[in-house]
């Protein structure tokens, strides 16, 4: 599939893509007022029409091998951290409390939001609102190309640039600014210009950001789209976007568009992760004896959903009568759907399913002490054979089960047993034939364990 990345900043659309051959398509259009609003779209129909031509006239391949991804403004993303007290028992609760402390008047009966644990007793909420999520999915409808994703790019900075340190993220985005503060590949703070401040203006602000609720100052800061960057007292590293051949002016002019592309492509767990905002949106829910139970939550559940929007149904009418949920993932409202009944033929399988026949190695890909073992324990006392443990190379926010491809087959029994611990798992099956164990197990960030 191609990957279509479009950003909307300032009326001005802008479309890239790598084509096959790994060279870049970058395509650029100033919309009406009427159409559109500095972020906001404001006639859908008009927008979808003006993104389809502009794909057509440029992008010779056909709708169904492309894949649409829009990102964000930080101005439509809601960030926050939230901090829970030790001795806290009913997190959700203190969760909301404080989410909607934090959010001043916004309501959260406005947004699809949900939060995730990046730290112990640490928390990186995540909102947007529905009708701007909505919007986009009305999009994808209308131009009939799938949607895959939907990125705020300052949440993309942290992950490209690696750095889980207390950090200031100053980025130059047409006339205007935009500057993030975060920390464990998550953002806190963010705050959008209408226009360039100068230099001294700049390093009073970055300096009184620096000591933003903190006993201790940040003095590291990444620049994007900066010639030169330079504030006496801190460290600036450069973000330089991913390098395309004879294309120094699409590096700077495209450089979100292109920071997105190439982390779409490089990193297999940002698409099931937090960071995509589909995977806020409300999900099916299964009925039994009366009893509502949340599906757990994943990109392809999200895809369900798209898949039932793409086909016309007005998903969202009638959304004052659903019922509503808490959920550790997933806040917003859900619906609700019958549960099928598993075949004869399904039930043997799962049967015949030994998890003492499988061999595990497990690594730590949270950076949290002590989660290899947890997870250990934890598929011991289910039954399965754990080999060994250790800390894997990267992070990951979602949690990975890599399997030989003769084992995937237990991946349904593995996620059922993991899921309550490990709410975001992306499946694969791609672990080599002469590995010593039969899967691959990388805890990521978004464990409860």
Known sequence: MQEIII??????LKVSTLDSEGSFLGFTRELDKDIVENTFIKDVQAFSGQLDSLIADNIKVSKSKLNLNFILEPEDVFLRFITLPKTEDNFEDEVIK?????????????????????????????????EFL??????????????????????????YTGTTEP????????????????????????????KDRSSEELAEYVKELSFYKRSQPIDKIYSLNYESFDIEGFEVINVEPPVIKDQEK?????????????L????????????????????????????????????????????????????????????????????????EVEESTPSVEEEQSQEELERKDLSIRVENGAGVNGLAARTQTLLQ???????????????TEATILKFKPDYVKYSDLVTEDLKENFPEIVIEDTLGEDAEYDLLITAGTTSNL
Not at 135 to 155: A, D, Y
Not at 167 to 176: A, L, M, Q
Not at 250 to 262: H, R, T
Not at 381 to 395: H, P, Q
């Open 250 to 262: 699409a590096q700077k002019e495209y450089s979100i568009n292109l920071i997105a592309n190439y």
């Open 381 to 395: 006392d289910s039954g399965y054979e754990v080999l060994s443990i250790d800390t894997a190379d990267e992070n």
């Open 7 to 12: 950003s909307l900043n300032s009326n001005v």
């Open 167 to 194: 950090s200031i993220f100053v980025t130059k985005r047409n006339n205007g600014q935009a500057i993030s503060l975060g920390e464990l590949s998550g953002v806190f703070f963010s705050e959008v210009y209408d």
């Open 98 to 130: 404080q989410a909607e402390e934090k959010l001043g008047n916004v309501s959260l009966d406005d947004l699809y939001f949900s939060y995730k644990k990046i730290a112990p007793f640490l928390y990186q909420f995540i909102g947007v609102k529905k």
């Open 134 to 159: 909505e919007n986009i999915l009305q999009i994808s409808n209308l131009t009939g190309i799938s949607l895959q994703s939907v990125l705020p790019w300052n949440l993309l900075l942290p992950k």
């Open 264 to 335: 779409i492509d490089t990193d297999a767990a940002l698409l099931t992760s937090q960071i995509n905002l589909l995977n806020l949106l409300p999900l099916p829910a299964v009925k039994e004896k009366n009893t509502t139970v949340l599906v757990a939550s994943s990109i392809a559940a999200v895809l369900v959903l798209a898949a039932a929007i793409f086909a016309g149904l007005s998903y969202f009418s009638g959304s004052e009568n659903q019922d509503t949920f808490e959920n550790e993932d997933v806040l917003s409202e859900t619906a």
